[in-house]
């Protein structure tokens, strides 16, 4: 199965059902009052975080995800069903954004962890909710309110332990199947791993932990450059790195030269990142070129102040002393919790009321609670047109759109109703 570690997808939640108008007509009752019931909530969208999962590739062919609407109220003030959320599962390390904002609404890091992403309209209010002491038989019921849609954009950040990083070829592949039960190809050419790999390692003490071998980094990934941007994401969120060396050079490379450029890429990335707790692992010791580069090897360590091992993946010297190494330090060093800024929505904002021209020059009024309030009103009906007046004045519209300029005659929108204004 490919491995995918970003979507775009459109959600919508469902509609409110709408409410009833209706009144009682039951024998002996020659004047029942109103009874019409309420519509029921709209199915909310929500994603859950599921260890089952490992890629995103399922939103390659599911794009759209809607969730059902409420039922319509009744007679005899019977309420309309609410429908159920629709559950969408994505692998833990999911980072949710809104595609037309730019905000981060979720980033689901744990197995369980659950996030309403877009929410479900209520349902419209029946008239028996409008009866007061002024109007004891009222004629009007709202629509159900209209859920929320998003177009999002799915980014997953791998969860491991460990990360392997170092240039191409310098054997990342060949230890993490010599540790782990993950066969990833392995081969004497550039770019063999493509697409990360996680490996579960496990120890004498009867514990594990989680490898990622991530597709080799080269000079400018921080610019994008090859696989750069994918291979930075996903080590951001590991514990410790191993940062391995071709200790025998067999490309004619420049060890030390290796581990300086790979740092700065790190650096220029994420300052976070290139902080990271590293380990120096000089690979294919095997090799008879190997000897003349591991005391300069050694000494670098020594200078970054970081540990140092000799091992051959091939043949397995050296590698079990470092994985038991590593799962010491991993009991020593803290789940990274990163912090991601979730954008929660501003009620202040909702009720922000802005007027703006279009290009055909017509006056736009926009505001969330504003443009629920036009989704759910019946314009049809005497009484729903004159609340919605009093509303408008409430709010001060009128004077808002004169101090823009408006002219008796503009056409003024708000949300999908149009009119002609009149003062």
Known sequence: MEFLDRAKIFVKAGDGGSGKSAFRREKFVPKGGPSGGDGGRGGDIVFLADENENTLQYF???????????ENGDIKNQYGRNAEPLIVKVPAGTVVKDEDTGKIIADLTVNGQMKVIAKGGRGGRGNAKFKSAANRAPTMAEFGEEGESKNLSLELKLLAD????????????????????????????????????????????????VMADIPGLIEGAADGVGLG??????????????????????????????????????????????????????????????????????????????????????????????????????????????????????????????????????????????????YMTNFDNDEALRRFQYIWRM??????????GIKEGDTVHIGEMSFEYRE
């Open 229 to 374: 941007h994918d291979f930075l994401r996903h080590i951001e969120r590991t514990r410790l790195l191993l940062h391995i060396i071709d200790a025998a050079a067999v490309d004619g490379r420049e060890p030390v030269e290796d581990y300086k450029r790979i740092n700065g890429e790190l650096l220029k990335y994420s300052e976070k990142l290139a902080k990271k707790r590293q380990i120096l692992v000089a690979n294919k010791i095997d090799l008879p070129n190997a000897k003349e580069h591991l005391d300069e090897l050694q000494d670098l360590a020594k200078k970054e102040n970081i540990a140092f091992f000799k091992i051959s993946a091939a043949t397995g010297e050296g590698v079990d002393a470092l994985i038991t190494y590593l799962a010491a330090e991993l009991e020593k060093i803290p789940k990274d919790e990163e912090i991601v800024e979730i954008e929660e929505e501003n009620e202040e904002d909702s009720e922000k009321i802005t007027i703006s021209r279009d290009i055909s020059g017509d006056f736009v009024v926009s505001g969330k609670n504003l443009e629920k309030i036009v």
């Open 60 to 70: 390659r062919y599911h794009r759209k995800f809607k969730a059902e609407n409420g």
């Open 395 to 404: 709010k001060g519209i009128d004077e808002k759109l004169k101090e823009k």
């Open 162 to 209: 460990v990360g392997l990083i170092g240039y191409p070829s310098v054997g990342k592949s060949s230890l993490i199947r010599k540790v782990s039960a993950a066969k990833p190809e392995v081969a004497d050419y550039h770019f063999t791993t493509l697409v990360p790999v996680l490996g579960v390692v496990n120890t004498d003490y009867e514990k594990n932990f």
